[in-house]
């Protein structure tokens, strides 16, 4: 397995209480560094603009020195600028805004060696009923997306969907509506990012929408996380949704998946390093769990379909003969 991180995890949180933050401002560079403290990451989804003064030489040398790669560029098209959508605000100076920063995002990913840039249009959609045009809303949406993917044959794209947070209801919401779109848009190029996180946020089983989008060849780049799905709340791999976190990752060794997977964990009262350490170390335990599966016997219950004998194979994967009174 190999194991990344976006850049967040390393950052200051804020939420709408603390606003003071849960601890001191930490810079691009800063966070660069404490990255390759964990030990085992090897790519980075990064933030842009970058902290106030930082270059691109800087974090291409902060990279280097710690041994890691740029795997993602996310432009922050989610800011107070954006606050009324980025792609589809219906300002269309605010809209060439978004444009104009994702094309500075492009330069940096090709600058960096980043295959992709990554787009999480959170600002994009709707908070009432009757506040929207939905057509237009989503033309807008598609039209901006694409825009980004025609700026550089050589940089892909790829959207980050989620339910909600900060709009009520966001335009790229599921992995089916995002599909959909991006069929609409008709260009190779754009793909998603399956976060465990948001899947389950969004009711889905992840596992059936990372096949689902694979199968589509749209599957691009991976993100892992937990939540008590009623929000995303970004906690560590596993812990609260283990057995679906299982099967999660016995569908990515089904799909050969061998690309990084990146933690995307918001540890607002813990430590940054511990708390990825912690997710790695429980990865590498699951793989080691899966190593364990028949896979022939795992084959014949799903030839079956056949929910007791999945509830006895992960059961005694997880628990062992456990005597119960």
Known sequence: MRFGAGIWLFGQFVDRYATDAYGPAVGTLEAIEAAGRVGD???????????????????????????????????????????????????????????????????????????????WPGQDGFDLPLQV????VWRLGLEGVSAVAAMDDEVRVAIEYKTKEPRMHMSWSTAARTLVGIQQ?????????????????AKEAPADVLHLINDHGRLFTVEVNDNWREWDD???????????????????????????????QFPFREDPVEAARSSINTMKAIDAAIDRIDMDELAEIHARQDPLAAH??????????????
């Open 41 to 119: 990451i090897e790519v980075l989804d990064i933030n842009f603009p970058f902290t106030e003064g930082v270059t691109v030489d800087e974090v291409r040398h902060a990279l280097s020195a710690n041994g890691i790669d740029a795997w993602c560029i996310t432009p922050h098209i989610y800011t107070r600028d954006f606050r009324a959508g980025a792609f589809s605000n219906p300002d269309p100076k605010v809209r060439a805004q978004a444009l104009a920063l994702c094309e500075e995002a492009v330069g940096v990913a090709k600058a960096l060696g980043a295959p992709t840039v990554k787009l």
């Open 234 to 264: 970004d906690q560590p791999v596993g812990a609260i949704h283990l057995v679906e976190t299982l099967e999660f990752f016995v569908a990515l060794r089904q799909i050969e998946w061998d690309q990084p997977i990146l933690l995307d």
């Open 312 to 325: 006895r194979l992960v059961t005694e994967l997880l628990l062992g003969q456990a005597p119960v009174a």
């Open 185 to 201: 848009m008709g260009r190779e190029d754009i793909g998603i990012v399956v976060d465990l996180g948001h899947s389950l946020f």
């Open 133 to 136: 045009d939905y057509r237009e």
